[in-house]
DNA sequence: CGACTGATTGACTGCCCTCAAATAGGGTGG
DNA sequence: CCACCCTATTTGAGGGCAGTCAATCAGTCG
């Protein structure tokens, strides 16, 4: 990672390097190995060891898990410039605790777990960030476990697409795009592709979306807030 | 908390205070106050500004929140030495993420969040020690998600007893009893009172339980880990 | 133009919820 | 010690949401 430097990112949110001087910044990705993952391949494995803290750099992911039975679990996606593997960073030696796996090819900066604790030591700004990203995890989180136990299939999978919108989607003209395909966001909202299938065809009746084979797009994301009935959401 | 110190601890569990050498210890704890919370009150409000971080003293507690639709959920149960309202330590304002309610009248070490916040600048292992934790509790939350996904309301009653045994359990002869009501069983499985009333009569009948009024009393709590499908789990 | 993967649609099933009403503990005050 | 009350718990009947299974249809890419 010689010579790359912050500035690169553009408008990335680079939480992670929240309050650190620039030269700080220059100097721990300096200490990162910059790595390819093609689309489809996993880069953290569910109960691997924990030995490597890494960087979105460019491309698209997502933290999954199968359940014993085989159904999948998407929970978040992860965009250009957020960390994941953050068990790494524990004093304990822990393991993963999901999957990590790249949705489209993607290039990630890679920290050896000893080499990311020693700048933790030297910069515990990191340490206070790291919390800062878990305290949004658990709200993530606290809103799914709500999103599961109180709203229907058709309210998930409207907060789904709402939320994908807002991280993974494009503006275009019509509408807002977001390209998943129908298994991703059943999984996504926890409902079987069949129920999926459905509620979208039935919202394409309705005019409040247009689908195409791995595309979605969201005439007036507003209306999916009203669907997801999230008015009523304590903490978004 | 003059005077106070580690040692009257016994048995606890102070995972916080790992790493940190007596005399730290009890410089931390001085900075505390205590605080007496009768059973039922409320320790922190979903919601309301992160202004303290507390230690579990003596008691007992749990996180809990409401859904829109006024269904209760519980999650967690706290045990003496265990922290909560860790949001308090981040670096931005944050808030709440959920209710924590003594369950038992309980008493509390408090810290206000600029208080903590220094020491845990000055004792940065502090810091490392909540990110052990978060781990812990997103182990938690997948192991809960896989639960509410994939398994039946049987399964889940069944999982819910078994943490709980574990967690504040005692052992009586002939089993271990747990104190606690239908209701919080169903509420932490997230089933209606009267699914877990009809699950728990069938466990009756089958002399896997003896039920009293508020107390639940595991004749063999390894039929548990069977019984929640729980030798499939892939992190317990 | 085939072949593969993604998506659709219908028929059926079942788990668990809802609602209503009855029953039983366990503490309290007379 | 017993009657009473409040709350926890039980039990039945019925219904609905979303899952399962099976078969068909449609897009894309070689």
Redesign the pocket.
């Known amino acids: 990672m010689g010579g790359m430097n912050a500035l690169k990112f553009g408008t990335a949110n680079l939480e992670w390097f929240l309050g650190l001087e620039p030269p700080e910044i220059d100097l721990i990705l300096a200490a990162a190995k910059l790595r390819r993952f093609p689309a489809g391949s996993v880069m953290t494995l569910q109960g691997d060891p924990a030995d490597r803290l890494m960087m979105m750099w460019t491309g698209r992911a997502h933290y999954s898990f199968e359940t014993p039975n085989g159904e999948k679990v998407i929970l978040m996606w992860i965009r250009p410039g957020e960390v994941f593997g953050a068990s790494a960073l524990a004093s304990r030696p822990s393991t993963y605790l999901t999957n990590t796996q790249a949705v489209r090819d993607s290039t990630v900066l890679v920290w050896e777990r000893s080499e990311i604790r020693s700048l933790a030591k030297r910069f515990p700004q990191l340490l206070e960030n790291t919390i800062l990203i878990a305290v949004d995890y658990f709200s993530w989180y606290v809103t799914t476990h709500t999103a599961l136990v109180s709203k229907?299939?058709?309210e998930r999978l409207a907060q789904v697409l709402f939320g994908l919108a807002k991280s993974i989607g494009q503006k275009l003209s019509g509408g807002i795009e977001i390209d998943v395909?129908?298994?991703e966001v059943a999984n996504s909202a926890?409902?079987?592709?069949?129920?999926a299938?459905?509620i979208?065809?039935k919202w394409q009746h309705q005019n409040v979306i247009r689908?195409?084979?791995?595309k979605i797009l969201l005439r007036s994301p507003e209306r999916f807030f009203l669907r997801a009935d999230l008015s009523r959401q304590v903490s978004p």
Do not use: D, F
């Open positions: 229907t299939a058709e395909t129908n298994e926890n409902i079987t592709p069949y129920t299938s459905r979208l065809s689908k195409g084979r791995g």
